[in-house]
């Protein structure tokens, strides 16, 4: 009842697609030059509410990193970092938190922290 006065599931859709879309985009802008590539449709309706961006060598390390400062996400073998986005509660500040964050885990380098390299049973 509360999501049909709110527009229903297609405005949930929408902010789904709206928030992942806004996530690409600051990633590619933002983290430019740091090995991330795309490997979720870049077209919305050709995905649910996650992202993957791949890294050729460090990915589960970023991760790791990313974790730490509060961005939860997982890492698939051998190169896969997914993003999760729930559109009932994960606000558009949360997704430019995220993608600032991730920034500032590559360009300081700090995933090369050991510790961040030490795999876990779960990722």
Known sequence: ?????????QAIRDKSIALTDLFVALVEERCAGHDLTLASPRAGAGRGSQVSFTHPSHGYAIMQALIARGVI?????????????????TRFVDVWDAA?????VLESGEWRDGRFSV?????
Do not use: C, H, N, Q
């Open 119 to 123: 795999r876990a049973a779960v990722t």
């Open 100 to 104: 600032d964050r991730l920034r500032a």
């Open 73 to 89: 996400g997982d890492f698939r073998a051998p190169d896969l970092l997914r993003f999760g986005f729930t559109p009932l509660y």
């Open 1 to 9: 009842l509360a999501a049909e006065s709110a527009g229903g599931m």
